[in-house]
């Protein structure tokens, strides 16, 4: 995919000819003549991340260009290489203190004009490594080792975003606590690691059951929490049945035993309009997840809607 720069000069000669020349380098090419229309292209998300600019424009010249592209969200970063007639240290020195990266003079070589370019490349490519290799650790640091759910911390502020949310937007949401029932029997009889399979094949089944936008995590031990905007007790209440049929169909095989696994349900919903808190909404769907529990387990219960 070709590299997308901003050419931002207003100078109708030097406009054609760099044009022809970085169309030619294979470079994908946004032109203005002007340093408004400059930042009116910078400032929005889909901007080229490469970007020459004259030094001289109407509207706002290169460096307040560059002091108003600086103002914004370092990510994804902006390469701004500044072209001027200027030769002196001070204006060179002005110029990157504004927020440039690099400074080209007038008239320039093609081929330096082509090596800083790459070296621009070079840089938001290293930038875009950087960038995924700290997205993937926010990910790993928000994710349960064992079965891949999102971790207790990241269950809560899912809840707690997806429940501001539904405020601003006057739809429900419900929460669903599920815990493995007999859990401690399964680790004691067939061992720590016929437990942690039995986990993580759950945490499986619960995972492809339910919406794409639903969020499931490893609430704690042997409990899950799932969390489902748009949803009200209705569709809570099949989908939490759902869950329960489908976990308990087949047993969890672990070498040569096969281990008969169901859970137990409490769901809580708020309603629509009005604001619930994380703890009403938690603490309403544990208290049905109990009395699911003390009547018989392998089954559900629905706490009244939280308001």
Not at 26 to 34: A, E, M, P, Q
Not at 51 to 60: S, V
Not at 116 to 123: F, M, P, V
Not at 209 to 214: G, L
């Amino acid at each position: 995919m070709a590299t997308r720069i901003l050419l931002a000069d207003d100078d109708l000669v030097i406009r054609r000819s760099m044009l022809a020349l970085l169309t030619r380098w294979g470079y994908d090419l946004t032109v203005v003549s002007r340093g408004d229309e400059a930042w009116e292209v910078l400032k929005r998300g889909d901007s080229p991340r490469l970007a020459l600019l004259d030094w001289l424009m109407p509207g706002l010249d290169g460096p307040t260009v560059c002091r108003l592209v600086r103002t914004l969200s370092a990510v994804p970063y902006t390469y701004m290489i500044l072209l001027t007639a200027r030769n002196r240290p001070e204006d060179m020195i002005s110029g990157l203190r504004a927020g440039a990266d690099d400074y080209l003079t007038k008239p320039f070589n093609a081929y330096e004009l082509k090596a800083r370019l790459q070296s621009g490349e070079r840089i938001l490519e290293l930038q875009s490594h950087l960038i995924a290799a700290r997205d993937a650790l926010k990910e790993e640091a928000a994710r349960d080792p064992l079965t891949g759910l999102w971790n207790h911390g990241a269950s809560l502020a899912i809840l707690k975003n997806e429940l501001e949310r539904g405020d601003r937007q006057a739809t429900p949401l419900t929460v669903t606590m599920a815990d493995l029932d007999h859990f401690k029997c399964v680790n004691d009889t067939r061992g720590h690691l016929a437990g942690d399979e039995v986990l993580r094949e759950v945490a499986r089944r619960l995972k492809a059951s339910v919406r794409t936008y639903d969020s499931v995590g490893r609430y704690g031990g042997e409990e899950f929490l799932v969390v489902s905007p748009g949803c009200d007790g209705s569709a809570g209440l099949t989908q939490a049945e759902r869950l329960r049929q489908v976990v308990a169909a087949d047993p969890v095989e672990f070498g040569d035993a096969s281990i008969p696994v169901t859970i137990s349900l409490g769901l809580a919903t708020s309603v629509t309009g009005t604001m619930a808190s994380v703890e009403q909404l938690l603490g309403a769907a544990d208290e049905a997840l109990y009395r699911a529990k003390l009547s018989g387990r392998n089954r559900l219960d629905v706490a009244s809607l939280v308001p």
